[in-house]
């Protein structure tokens, strides 16, 4: 985000923002749990308003927070990556970036070239790996922007050597040891010819080697993943190649004890605060475990708070009749929001404390919940469809067992289109929109 309150475009404020937001006339009717309303929060932040009632709270003191907690269970010397790919996990690339920068990570992790450009373009910050392997005519780009790249077949190292250009830069590059999860990489006992071939190409530093497990909850199956890979490294080592970085431990192999730190450990999920589900988590590592955050919570405030009488429908097809007379609010949050059409009548909402559920079919653009039972809701009242309002809590868990997949999709698949906005001590730091990215003036990279 840019450091002033103008948009990085330049523009004094996106379309269809407030450029000065109020907070409702309606705003006030609060019940004891309620929080001050998002307009006066952005106001006093000195940011542009919200282009729609429905948004993401991203809290970057949890992201700080799970980085902490997360390098408690690293043996001394180790490095942790964090992995930043498909937007972070849906909590916003360049944002969470600067975050997990300032919270000390060693390391940033990505999947694709415009990610690892981006990132490498928001410095000054840790070091970025791009883990597929790149188009090739990009090599002397990423070379001069100082990222560091995954060669993961054999047919590369040639095209390597005739695309590199060393006046752009020395390339530094990671080899892909596939050790079982039959995706990418080379073959363990073909790893040493080619981490010597690429060693020996003009303007091509080889600095690490690297594996992913297949299924890290399962022991067995990764002491034979990292069995292969060590065989590679060690072939690696006889070929005079023993000064890499290794690494081949993620969230699970981490909690689980079920991969080596080596070097570094590359940390996606948990550095989100959140967990697979039924993952076996090691003893000594349950303490930490237990005591990661969730960054990201889903809110939204109605569109419409109406009377439903006996037997009338809501929603495309009428999927939802009223068995009584009953009191619906329309949310702003459909499945052009990455809240699935296929999750009708599966989950729920929070508002007052208390929940209530969703009805009716999933619309692009709306959803609406059945708060009969919660008196006094009205246009002012925020809904929590991710997070804690009062005692009662929707995480990531539950919604993907209500959806039949798996967190990471939950968070990642929430849409470009909702607005990020960025909290730490309390206070708005920055908002991101369609529009463009915001910064409360004198924040840090925090």
């Excluded at 303007?203 to 909850?217: I, P, R």
């Excluded at 450990?265 to 697979?276: A, E, F, K, M, N």
Aim: glycine share 12%; hydrophobic share 45%; with cysteine.
């Amino acid at each position: 985000m840019s450091d002033a309150v103008s948009p990085v475009s330049g523009r004094s404020g996106p379309p269809g923002s407030v450029a000065s937001p109020e907070v409702p006339a309606q705003a006030g009717a609060a019940w004891p749990g309620s929080r001050q309303p998002i307009e006066a929060r952005l106001r006093e932040a000195g940011l542009p308003g919200l282009p729609r009632m429905a948004w993401l709270e991203v809290s970057l003191d949890a992201l700080a927070h799970n980085v902490r907690t997360l390098r408690s269970l690293l043996e001394p010397g180790v490095r942790l990556a964090a992995v930043v790919k498909a937007d972070a996990y849906g909590h916003g690339l360049l944002p969470v970036a600067r975050a997990f920068g300032a919270a000390g990570v060693d390391q940033l992790c990505v999947a694709t070239l415009d990610e690892a450009l981006a990132v490498a373009a928001s410095r000054p910050g840790p070091p970025v790996l791009l883990l597929f392997q790149p188009p090739l005519e990009a090599l002397p780009a990423l070379a001069e922007a100082g990222v560091e790249v995954t060669v993961a077949e054999t047919g590369a190292i040639e095209r390597i050597a005739g695309a590199v250009r060393p006046a752009a830069g020395t390339l530094r590059v990671h080899l892909e040891v596939d050790s079982g999860l039959g995706r990418a990489g080379f073959a363990p006992e073909r790893a040493a010819e080619a981490a010597r071939r690429l060693a020996a190409v003009a303007g091509v530093e080889l600095v690490g080697t690297w594996t992913h497990l297949a299924s890290a909850d399962d022991a067995e199956a990764s002491a034979r993943q990292v069995a292969r890979f060590r065989r590679a490294w060690e072939a690696m080592a006889e070929a005079g190649l023993g000064r890499l970085r290794r690494h081949a431990a993620a969230t699970g192999g981490l909690l689980g004890r079920t991969g080596p730190q080596l070097e570094m450990v590359r940390l996606g999920l948990s550095t989100y605060g959140l967990l697979p589900a039924d993952f076996p988590i090691a003893p000594d590592a349950r303490p930490a475990a237990d005591a990661l955050r969730p960054a990201m919570a889903l809110y939204a405030r109605p569109l419409r708070v109406t009377s439903v009488a006996p037997g009338e429908g809501v929603g495309y097809g009428s999927r939802w009749r009223a068995a009584r007379a009953s009191r619906v609010a329309t949310l702003p949050v459909g499945y052009g929001d990455g809240w699935p059409y296929a999750s009708a009548g599966r989950t729920s909402a929070l508002v007052r404390g208390r929940r209530v559920p969703l009805i009716g079919s999933v619309a692009m653009d709306a959803i609406a919940a059945d708060v009969t039972d919660v008196p006094g809701v009205g246009m002012e009242d925020e809904f929590v469809l991710l997070g804690t309002q009062g005692p009662e809590r929707i995480d990531a868990l539950e919604l993907a067992r209500a959806r039949t997949t798996i967190p990471w999709e939950i968070v990642t698949a929430m849409a470009p289109r909702l607005p990020r906005v960025y909290d730490s001590g309390g206070a708005v730091q920055g908002v991101r929109m369609l529009a463009g990215e915001f910064r409360r003036e004198g924040a840090g990279a925090r």
